[in-house]
């Protein structure tokens, strides 16, 4: 089965940029989306298809993916964005949902 | 407004069933696969389960088959997840979530495979 490789805890310093990554093999030649959530919260999409925001989601987050690595930056981190965050993708072999282990984000 | 509201969540014991549901608002039901993902307390997000428009297909994480089943009523705006031969490690928050369907280049499709609106959860503790 397909798996994802994020790591557990990333801090960022107020106002700095945030870059939290998520591995999986040839993890490029997928559409990777990312979700944020908070204590006692449903999670929120902040990325899908490897780039693009939702409506409503500030243009401080970005995302990329190329080669086994898919990356969410997060630009001029604030305190509100401290949360966990979980990349996803869709394995056309098995035809799971495939989500990483999701990463605490700090905001210092 | 588009809203989902997971119920049917509770305390129930090693090997019995529990049926949940989730409500939906606000949109066209019947037009978005949807799915089932939980999460053990403290833990990661886990997709259990999905289901296509008209309920003709439908895909499980291997560690519910034989054991869960996703249905919907689109005529009641439903999703449902009948879960039997409850286990411990079934104990977790189950959100219901929204898969949108979509168009680019000229073609359209079904579903995008990520979930733009979920629910707030609903609890299942098996335990004795």
């Known amino acids: 089965s397909y798996e994802l490789t994020q790591p557990l805890s990333v801090s960022v310093a107020l106002g700095q940029t945030a870059r939290i990554t998520c591995g999986g093999d040839?993890?490029?030649?997928?559409?990777v989306h990312w979700y944020h959530q908070k204590p006692g919260q449903a999670p929120v999409l902040v990325i899908y298809?490897?780039?693009n925001r939702p409506s409503g989601i500030p243009e401080r987050f970005s995302g990329s993916n190329s080669g086994n690595t898919a990356t969410l930056t997060i630009s001029r981190a604030q305190a509100g964005d401290e949360a966990d965050y979980y990349c996803q993708v869709w394995d056309s072999s098995t035809a799971d949902v495939v989500f990483g282990g999701g990463t605490k984000l700090t905001v210092l | 407004e588009v809203q989902l509201v997971e119920s049917g969540g509770g305390l129930v014991q090693p090997g019995g069933s529990l049926r949940l549901s989730c409500a939906a608002s606000g949109f066209t039901f019947s037009s978005y696969w949807m799915s089932w993902v939980r999460q053990a307390p403290g833990k990661g997000l886990e997709w259990v389960a999905n289901?296509?428009?008209?309920?003709?297909?439908?895909y499980y994480v291997d560690s519910v088959k034989g054991r869960f089943i996703i249905s919907r009523d689109n005529a009641k705006n439903s999703l449902y997840l009948q879960m039997n031969s409850l286990r411990a490690e079934d104990t977790a928050v189950y959100y219901c979530a929204r898969d949108p369907p979509y168009c680019s280049g000229g073609s359209c499709y079904e579903q995008s495979y990520y979930f733009d609106y979920w629910g707030q959860g609903t609890l299942v503790t098996v335990s004795s």
């Open positions: 289901i296509k428009q008209d309920g003709s297909e439908k």
């Open positions: 298809r490897d780039s």
């Open positions: 040839d993890i490029g030649y997928k559409n």
